[in-house]
């Protein structure tokens, strides 16, 4: 047992509380951000002269080769020590004597562990925002070459009106630019450096904590001491966002899962993204979709579980936040690696244009137009309504799309057709008329990819 903290006890830690309390198993995932905080912290103690210039250079040697051997293998973490910063403290000790013993110098754990999960998560914020971009990529060339591959539009998940496939991915890509929009809120949000706030309420020392900050790649230090402590809503905003990131992805694979279906055969997943039955030969299943589906409910789990956490605690630090760790690293890299499979999947699906046409030309998704129609020969639209209503139920009797009618059978309905119904309710003039902004007509999912492929280039997460 490798402790920090043994002065003012009489009697060993028992077992069994020790292993309880460490949190080495996992906070060992932030052996990089101690170190580099610590680095910080040191250089800072040097310019505001609380440590001499031999002894920080003996120190931030000890910290690069504590950091170098690790990352060689050379060094093990090893579940002897408390926690991360213990082991890091305790190797620096070993390595340079009485020098090492200065580091933890106008810190406590609790602004140190703070420093370390915000670096750890604001590094993760911009690998998720990186994956994201690469996801928008993908779905922003999709869109490019699917302008006029016609597809049935869905409400209730029943056929609803004409669409294309370049305006359904179009959904999600405005749902994938809001989910970076937030991981651009929360990092501008959550970039202020909380050491030197000490245990809860600063230190003696005169640090000089906007220079930490501004080592570390700060805005500025943190302005409350005790908030330093015991804040934790970045970690609550980020794993909400990554919540929400896993609903879209959810509600995509479900889109899917569907269209992959044999009733439906929109798409074919790519062997490579897909998965045999041990018993039923012919099957090939969505499971990568199901998967980032299922996995959608870990994500959500986290962040209950950490506002649980949260909810109650006094300040200012208290143990109950070490529960911050474990989930949020497993959230983290739960929907890194959905992101990536999902854009992989996407990738190599292949979509099956003419039976999404075949799709749309069936289930009169095209009864609005043809109520439009009659409108623009001056039937009051409640009227139209109730005469393409009775023209769909003739419709079906006989299992014939509106445009299959004769002009006989549909004057029969109303004497108003004539034959330029036809063009009407063509599949192409029903989404081609769809020209207002954020409508699927060619027209204007143009000028939408215009204004989503200069948000790309111009590289910004949170525009
Ligand atoms: N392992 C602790 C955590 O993750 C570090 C802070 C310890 N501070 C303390 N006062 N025991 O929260």
């Given amino acids: 047992m490798a402790q920090l903290w043994g002065g003012r006890f009489t009697k060993e830690t028992d077992q069994l509380v020790y292993r309880f309390n460490a949190s080495i198993s996992f906070d060992r995932k932030l052996f990089a951000q101690d170190v580099e905080g610590s680095m910080a912290h040191v250089r800072m103690l040097a310019k505001q002269g609380i440590l001499i210039e031999e002894e920080t250079t003996r120190i931030l040697e000890g910290l690069r080769g504590i950091l170098t051997d690790v990352e060689s293998g050379k060094l093990e973490i090893t579940d002897e ?57 993908a779905l922003l060339s999709l869109m490019e070459n699917n302008l006029e591959t016609y597809m049935p539009g869905f409400t209730h998940l029943q056929k609803a009106q004409p669409i294309t496939l370049a305006h359904h991915l179009g959904a999600y890509f405005e749902m994938f630019k809001r989910d970076r929009q937030r991981l651009g809120d929360i990092y501008k949000r959550m970039n202020y450096c909380p050491l030197g706030a000490g245990a809860l309420a600063g230190t003696t020392y005169p640090l000089d904590r906007s220079y930490t900050a501004q080592l570390l790649d700060f805005d500025g230090p943190t302005l409350n001491s005790m908030d330093s402590v015991a804040d934790r809503d970045y970690l609550i905003e980020l794993l909400s966002a990554m919540a929400t990131i896993m609903m879209h992805l959810s509600r995509f694979c479900e889109e899917i899962i569907i269209w992959n279906s044999n009733e439906y055969r929109f798409v074919e997943l790519d062997d490579a993204y897909s998965t045999g039955s041990s018993i039923m030969p012919q099957k090939k299943n ?34 109950d936040m070490q529960e911050d760790k474990e989930l949020t690293f497993d959230a983290i890299d739960t929907t890194k690696g959905c992101i990536a499979l999902f854009t992989g999947m996407l990738e190599t699906m292949k979509f099956r244009p003419a039976v999404m046409r075949e799709s749309a030309m069936k289930g ?57 119904i036809y063009d009407a309710v063509s599949l192409e003039t029903c989404v081609n008329k769809r020209t207002t902004i954020g409508a699927p007509g060619p027209a204007a999912m143009k000028e939408v990819i215009r204004i989503n492929r200069e948000y790309l280039m111009e590289g910004k997460r949170d525009e």
């Fill in 81 to 137: 020590y408390e926690d991360i910063h213990s082991f890091v403290e305790a190797n620096l000790i070993d390595r340079i004597g009485d020098a090492g013993k200065k580091l933890h110098t106008g810190r406590s754990r609790n602004d140190q562990v703070a420093l370390d999960m915000k670096l750890y998560t604001r590094q993760e914020v911009l690998e998720i925002d990186g994956l994201l971009e690469a996801l928008l990529e």
């Fill in 364 to 420: 009169f998704t095209n009864a609005t137009d043809a109520a439009d129609y009659l409108v623009n020969h001056g039937v009051p639209f409640r009227d139209a309504h109730s005469i393409i209503g009775e023209l769909v139920l003739y419709c079906i009797d006989r299992d014939k799309a509106i445009d299959a009618l004769s002009l006989e059978e549909l004057k029969a309905i109303s004497p108003v057709f004539e034959q330029d």
């Fill in 286 to 319: 969505p499971d990568i979709a199901e998967l980032v589906r299922g996995k959608t409910g870990r994500v959500y789990g986290a962040l209950i579980s950490i506002l649980t956490t949260m909810k109650g605690i006094p300040l200012a630090y208290n143990k």
